[in-house]
Every structure is written in C-alpha cells, then in structure tokens.
C-alpha cells in the first residue's frame, strides 16, 4: 500500500469532548509526525513517533497524545477539546533512508463547537 | 527558537510572468523542504534542499538554497493559473518548522 490515509476527514465535536484521529503510514515509512494547522496558518508540530516512541513534541500540552502501533499506524487523541483545537490535523510518514522527505496525508479537519 | 519567515506572505501575479519566493531561516540547518498546499487539501511535496548550493527544478519552479546566508528561494517561471496555491517553506528534519505560507493567485 502506498501513500498515507487519513481518518476521518471531518469531524465536529462538541467542546470538552474527547476524539481520535488516526494515520496509516506509507509502507517502508517507520516515523510518523502529527502537525495542527490552523486556518491560513503554516502548520505547527504536535510531535513525532520512531519506532512506537516518542521521538520529539512540539509546544502543544498534554492533553495532545499519540501512539505509534508495530505496523506503524499511528492515532492522534486529544483530550477536552477546546474551540481553538478546531484545525486540520495532518500526519506525515518518512524514513531516514529516504533524505528525510515527508509524505502527507490528507488530513481531518476538526471543528470544536 | 527556530524561526522560518517566507515573504512575500500574498502574490498576485500575471500569467507569464516571472517572480521569487524567499525562504530565511534563523538558525542552522542544513535540509529544506517546499511544499505546496491547494484549498482545502494536504501538503504535497515539491522539493527537498539537502545541501549547499542545492539547486532543483521541476517545470515552471526553481528551487535553490544557500545555507550559509539561510535563504532557499522558490523561483517561478513563466507563470501559469495552475500554479496558484500556497507554498511553504519547511526546515529541520526532525520536526519540521513552517514558515506561514505564500498565497500565489496567478491571473490571466
């Protein structure tokens, strides 16, 4: 399989609830990046997966965590949403033997109501 | 702090013509990625900058980086509507740093 899928596309949530969002990796990738991009803004690291272990966070708090399965899956939960975790979320897979590219995915785009 | 700044941050252009995106970074690093992203959709990769004088081209766009001033450049070439979409500039490999995005509307 290749590429890397998101799920799902949209999701509405209502503030304080809990959601996760999932990323299967490109076959052969075995890291996995969480990004939140904001509307208009570039995106901004939540934090990276090697190997089932976190490998690096970003300056998002705790209620923003991750886990990265043996076949290199991955999901995205967040905790008591708040309205300004509204954002599409993107996961991005890469391998250091490939010059450190990134493949995106599509991305979800939550909305916080 | 890492920092990424792209500018312009919005370009209207003609068809035709020629223009330059630039890319300054604050710190050292010595990997930078483009990126494109259209309305609504994901990111897709359009070059990885992996050293010193990288220079890289595909189509209509020109990318170069000069690591010693923190600068990458994304030269466009004879522009065509197909190309309006924002693009970013990214470093770090680890965890990438985005600049905000360059909003390229080419008109006719």
């Known amino acids: 399989e290749t590429g890397v899928t998101q799920s799902p596309t949209h999701l509405i949530k209502t503030r304080g609830q809990q959601v996760t969002l999932r990323c299967s990796s490109q076959?052969?990738?075995?890291?996995v990046s969480w990004y939140q991009q904001a509307l208009g803004q570039g995106p901004q690291f939540i934090f990276q997966?090697?190997?089932?272990?976190?490998?690096g966070r970003g300056n998002f708090p705790p209620r923003f965590s991750g886990l990265q399965f043996p076949n290199y899956s991955s999901e995205l939960n967040v905790n008591a949403l708040e309205l300004d975790d509204s954002a599409l979320y993107l996961c991005?897979?890469?391998?250091?033997?490939?010059?450190?590219?990134?493949?995106f995915g599509s991305g979800t785009r939550l909305t916080v109501v | 702090e890492l920092k990424v700044e792209q500018n312009p941050l919005f370009l209207s252009m003609q068809e035709g013509k020629n223009y330059t995106i630039y890319c300054n970074y604050s710190?050292?690093?010595?990997?930078l990625y483009w990126y494109r992203q259209d309305p609504g959709k994901s990111l897709e990769s359009l070059f990885v900058?992996?050293?010193n004088g990288a220079v890289k081209q595909e189509g209509r766009l020109m990318a170069s980086l000069d690591t010693k001033a923190r600068l990458s450049t994304l030269h466009i070439t004879a522009a065509v509507h197909d190309l309006s979409a924002t693009y970013f500039c990214?470093?770090?490999?680890?965890?990438?740093?985005w600049g905000l995005g360059t909003s390229l509307a080419v008109n006719p």
């Open positions: 991005a897979s890469s391998s250091p033997g490939e010059g450190y590219g990134y493949t």
């Open positions: 076959s052969g990738h075995n890291t």
């Open positions: 997966y090697y190997r089932e272990e976190e490998n």
């Open positions: 710190t050292t690093s010595d990997r």
């Open positions: 900058l992996l050293s």
């Open positions: 990214a470093v770090d490999p680890r965890k990438l740093i």
